[in-house]
């Protein structure tokens, strides 16, 4: 018997709202899809250089938005910028430089607004980061696709 890699196209995840496309667990924190600026590059140890997240080609002003189901965690200045985090399960999500439009404490489903894109990321856009552990990040890109199930397949 072989096995066959696929996507799940209509399984809901426990993070979907009903009143989206449930086809994946999680939605892109624009809205729709944008362009890669710069992509996920974890360092090899949580203590050197690398990059946490990706960054998304969005201008300045654009709505971000919740891509699941959480809590928000964090809605505020961290250093010179505005950071909202949002705890969803397991996963925490991270976008800056904005300006927030929720509070902490605030629940949130998928597609609520949660801020408004500011200025002062270099290369530009919006810094997307996600974290499963106070210094394990993941590649936020890779929830947009949701959970490799194996079925059978005899062929």
Request: glycine residues 12%; charged residues 15%.
């Amino acid at each position: 018997m072989m096995f066959a890699f696929t996507v799940p196209g209509a399984t809901a995840s426990p993070m979907t709202h009903s009143n989206e496309s449930s086809s994946r667990p999680w939605s892109w924190p624009t809205g729709h899809p944008v362009s890669v600026i710069r992509s996920f590059d974890p360092p090899a140890h949580d203590w050197l250089p690398g990059h946490r997240g990706v960054d998304l080609d969005v201008a300045q002003g654009a709505i971000i938005r919740a891509p699941a189901d959480g809590v928000v965690s964090f809605s505020g200045i961290v250093v010179n910028r505005g950071v909202v985090s949002v705890r969803h399960g397991a996963i925490t999500s991270t976008f800056e430089p904005v300006t927030p439009l929720v509070h902490q404490g605030q629940h949130v489903v998928r597609g609520d607004v949660l801020a408004r894109l500011e200025a002062g990321h270099i290369p530009g856009g919006l810094h997307w980061g996600a974290k499963t552990g106070k210094k394990t990040y993941v590649d936020p890109l890779r929830l947009l696709i949701g959970d490799i199930v194996l079925k059978p397949w005899d062929g």
